[in-house]
């Protein structure tokens, strides 16, 4: 049984980072594009970045863009989400995702997604 499974996320101050990593079971994350989501308490899930399948092809929301790096290590069946520089307003549960079925493009809506892990930043 495919499962996504998100790691990481901690309390940070402002300016501070961190790496959150997904990794999947049951699958294997090669070859597929991966998106991660956030959703911070009333607000709409939004999407932060996305990676193909290979990783040579990466998107970010305009929000996160030149803060947040997406990369991956397909031999540890391992996505990551750096984050650098930190702002209170990225205090969410952050989600990975993905359709398995997509090399390069992530899906508004994916199938599979992890449990969320949540990242807190506050002085």
């Known amino acids: 049984q495919v499962q996504l499974v998100e790691s990481g996320g901690d309390l940070v101050q402002p300016g501070g980072s961190l790496r959150l990593s997904c990794t999947a079971s049951?699958?294997?994350?090669?070859?597929?594009?991966i998106g991660w989501f956030r959703q911070a308490p009333g607000k709409e899930r939004e999407g932060v970045s996305c990676i193909s399948g290979s990783g040579g092809r990466t998107s970010y929301a305009d929000s996160v863009k030149g803060r947040f790096t997406i990369f991956r290590d397909n031999a540890k069946n391992t996505v990551y989400l750096q984050m650098n520089s930190l702002k209170p307003e990225d205090t969410a549960v952050y989600y990975c995702?993905?359709?398995?079925?997509?090399?390069?493009?992530?899906?508004?809506?994916?199938?599979?997604w992890g449990q969320g892990t949540q990242v807190t930043v506050s002085s």
């Open positions: 995702a993905s359709d398995f079925s997509s090399v390069y493009y992530c899906s508004e809506n994916p199938r599979y």
């Open positions: 049951g699958f294997t994350l090669d070859y597929y594009a």
